[in-house]
C-alpha cells in the first residue's frame, strides 16, 4: 500500500527538478526561463494544493489538532512560498537576473527546510494516523485539477 | 507516538545562534595570532604551549563554538522539539565556551594551572548544560527518525570528548594522575570522528541533497554508517588503552575507511546536482571532503609507520581541523546565516515591505573572497609543516586575514538585518 510519505516526497523531487530548470538559464535566455518557472510554479501550487485542500484537513479533522499544530507552521511557509512566487515574477517581467537568482536561493532554503520537517516528521505521522485512508488520500489528491 | 508533541515552533531568536557564529572567527583570529607571535614552535609538535592554545582555539572556540550554536538552532526542525529555555541555554553556553576556552588556551600558552583548573570548571559546567539541554529536546522527540539518533551519537561523542579534555586538563592543572597515556590520542580522536563527525554526517544527510539538489545518500550509509563509527571509535579506545598494538592498527583502518567512503560518496553526490550555479558553499565543501579524505589516509599511514615524525601529527591536525571541520562550518555559516536573517524579517511582519533576498545580505563575491583566502591559508598551514621557518608566520597571517573576512562577512549580515529590521517598523 502506497504512503503518503512517499507519494509527497516523490512530488517534492519533481518541484525540486523543476526548479534546478527553471534556475538554469536565469540571465541567458528570457523566454524559456520564464516558461520553466511557470511551470515549476504550477507543479508547487499542485503540490501545495494536495496538502492544503486534502491532507491537512484529513490529518486535522483526525487528531483534532489545527491551530497551533504542525500543519499551521506548514500553511504559513506556504504563504511565505506564495509571496515569493509573486516576487519572482516580478524579476522576470524586469528581466533582473540577480534578483532573480536571489529569490530563487531563498525559495530553495526554504522550500527545503520545508520539506525537512514534512519528510522527516510529518509525513509520518501522518501515514500513522490516516493510514487506513492513504489509498483513498492519494486518489484525491491525484484527482485535484491542475493549477 | 505524540502528535501533540510535535512543535514547529520558529526557531528561537536570531540573537541566539548569531552570537555563536559572530564569536567563532574571532576564536579563529587569536589562533592566528598566537601562532605569528610563537611562529615556528607552532608547527613542530602537537604538545609544544603554543600549538595546544592555537589547537583548541580552533577546537572550541571556534569549531564547537560554531556547531553548538547551530545545533541549538536546528533542533525545532529536526527533533520537532524545541530546546527549553533558549535565550538562557545560549547565554549561559556560549558565555562558559568563550571564557573557558580563553582560560584553557592562556593555561597552556603561559603555563598557568590556576588557569587550566579554571577553564576545566568552565567548560565542565558549559558542557553540562549544553548536554543537558539538547538531551532533553531529544528525548522529549514525539517521532524517531535518523537525523535524530545521529545527534544521540553527536551528543555521546562530544560527552566523551569533553570527559577525556576535563580529565587531562585537571590533571594538569591539579596533577592528578592519568589512567593511561593514551587518554591523551582518544580525545582528538573523539572529538574529530565522534563529535564533528558524526554532527557533519548528520547534516550532510539533509543539506548535500538540499542545497545542490543531488541524489540522496545511499539508504543504508544513512542508516548504518554513524553507528559504525561509534561502535568502531569504542572498540579502537579499548585497544588503545589496552595498548594492543594489530586491533589498533585495525581499528584505525576501519574508521579511516568509513570516513573515505562517507567522503567520497558526498563527492560524487555533489558532482551529480541538478543545480549547477556556482556556489562558494559547494566549494568549501569539496575542499573541506578532500582534506576528510586526505587526513584519514595520512592517519591510516602514519599508524603503520613505527616511528612517526612528529610533524605527521602536525599535518594531520591541520589537514582534519582547519582543512576539514573549519572548511565545512565555513561552508555552511554562509547558507544559514543569510538564510536566518531573511526568516526572522518575514516572520517579524512587515505587510507590504518586501524582505530583501538572501543573497542580498552578502554577496556571493565577499563569499568567494574569504574562500580563496581560507584556502590560500590552508596551503601555506601544509607548506609550514614542511618548513616552519619559512612558512609558519605568512601561514598565519593569511588564516588571521581568512578570519577576520569571515567575520566581517557575519557583522555585514547582522548589520543588514538590524536595517532591514528598522526600516519594516518605519513602514508599519
Request: with cysteine.
Amino acid at each position: 500500500m502506497a504512503s503518503i510519505g512517499d507519494f509527497m516526497s516523490r512530488g517534492h523531487k519533481d518541484c525540486d527538478e523543476a526548479f534546478a530548470r527553471a534556475e538554469e538559464s536565469a540571465g541567458k535566455d528570457w523566454s524559456a526561463t520564464e516558461a520553466k518557472f511557470n511551470i515549476f510554479v504550477r507543479s508547487m501550487q499542485q503540490h501545495l494544493a494536495m496538502e492544503e485542500d486534502v491532507l491537512f484537513p484529513a490529518f486535522e479533522e483526525q487528531t483534532g489538532m489545527s491551530g497551533g499544530g504542525p500543519t499551521e507552521t506548514m500553511r504559513i511557509e506556504h504563504e511565505q512560498m506564495r509571496r515569493l512566487f509573486d516576487e519572482i515574477q516580478q524579476a522576470v517581467t524586469a528581466r533582473d537576473a540577480n534578483q532573480y537568482l536571489g529569490l530563487f536561493e531563498t525559495l530553495m532554503l526554504l522550500m527545503q527546510q520545508h520539506n525537512l520537517k514534512e519528510e522527516s516528521m510529518l509525513y509520518q505521522m501522518m501515514d500513522e494516523v490516516l493510514g487506513a485512508q492513504s489509498a483513498d488520500l492519494i486518489g484525491r489528491c491525484n484527482a485535484l485539477e491542475p493549477a | 507516538m505524540k502528535p501533540g508533541g510535535l512543535s514547529f515552533e520558529q526557531a528561537p531568536p536570531f540573537s541566539v545562534p548569531l552570537r555563536f557564529f559572530l564569536s567563532a572567527p574571532l576564536f579563529a583570529l587569536l589562533a592566528a595570532l598566537v601562532a605569528l607571535w610563537q611562529g615556528a614552535e607552532v608547527f613542530d609538535s602537537r604538545w609544544s604551549p603554543a600549538t595546544l592554545a592555537a589547537t583548541h582555539l580552533l577546537t572550541l572556540g571556534c569549531a564547537t563554538m560554531a556547531m553548538a550554536g547551530a545545533t541549538l538552532q536546528i533542533m525545532p526542525v529536526l527533533a520537532g522539539a524545541p530546546i527549553a529555555q533558549p535565550r538562557l541555554i545560549a547565554a549561559l553556553v556560549h558565555a562558559g565556551l568563550c571564557l573557558g576556552t580563553l582560560s584553557l588556551a592562556g593555561g597552556f600558552l603561559f603555563g598557568q594551572p590556576l588557569l587550566l583548573e579554571s577553564a576545566a570548571a568552565l567548560l565542565g559546567a558549559t558542557f553540562a548544560v549544553f548536554l543537558g539541554a539538547v538531551v532533553a529536546s531529544l528525548a522529549r522527540a514525539p517521532l524517531a527518525n535518523i537525523a535524530i539518533a545521529m545527534l544521540w551519537l553527536a551528543m555521546i561523542s562530544l560527552a566523551t570528548t569533553a570527559t577525556l579534555g576535563l580529565w587531562l586538563t585537571a590533571s594538569r592543572g591539579w596533577g592528578i594522575a592519568l589512567p593511561a597515556a593514551a587518554m591523551r590520542n582518544l580525545h582528538p580522536a573523539w572529538g574529530l570522528l565522534g563529535w564533528t563527525g558524526l554532527l557533519v554526517m548528520a547534516v550532510a544527510n539533509r543539506v548535500v541533497p538540499m542545497f545542490q539538489m543531488t541524489p540522496a545518500y545511499p539508504l543504508w550509509m544513512t542508516k548504518r554508517l554513524g553507528v559504525a563509527i561509534l561502535a568502531l571509535l569504542a572498540a579502537w579506545s579499548t585497544a588503545k588503552w589496552l595498548d594492543a598494538g594489530p586491533f589498533v592498527l585495525a581499528g584505525t583502518a576501519a574508521l579511516a575507511l568509513l570516513y573515505v567512503l562517507f567522503a567520497a560518496t558526498t563527492l560524487w553526490l555533489q558532482q551529480r546536482r541538478l543545480r549547477r550555479q556556482p556556489s562558494p558553499t559547494l566549494s568549501f565543501w569539496r575542499a573541506g571532503m578532500a582534506c576528510v579524505i586526505a587526513a584519514a589516509l595520512l592517519w591510516t599511514g602514519a599508524a603503520l609507520l613505527a616511528d612517526a615524525p612528529p610533524a605527521l601529527a602536525v599535518l594531520l591536525g591541520v589537514l582534519a581541523i582547519v582543512g576539514a571541520a573549519l572548511s565545512l562550518i565555513n561552508g555552511m555559516l554562509y547558507k544559514i546565516a543569510p538564510f536566518l536573517a531573511w526568516f526572522h524579517l518575514q516572520s517579524s511582519g512587515g505587510a507590504g515591505r518586501q524582505v530583501p533576498h538572501v543573497k542580498h545580505y552578502l554577496s556571493d563575491r565577499m563569499q568567494q573572497r574569504q574562500l580563496w583566502l581560507h584556502l590560500a591559508a590552508l596551503a601555506l598551514m601544509i607548506a609550514a609543516v614542511a618548513w616552519p621557518a619559512v612558512f609558519a608566520r605568512a601561514a598565519a597571517l593569511l588564516f588571521g586575514a581568512s578570519a577576520l573576512q569571515l567575520f566581517a562577512n557575519l557583522v555585514a549580515i547582522a548589520r543588514e538585518y538590524r536595517r532591514q529590521l528598522g526600516l519594516l517598523a518605519a513602514a508599519r
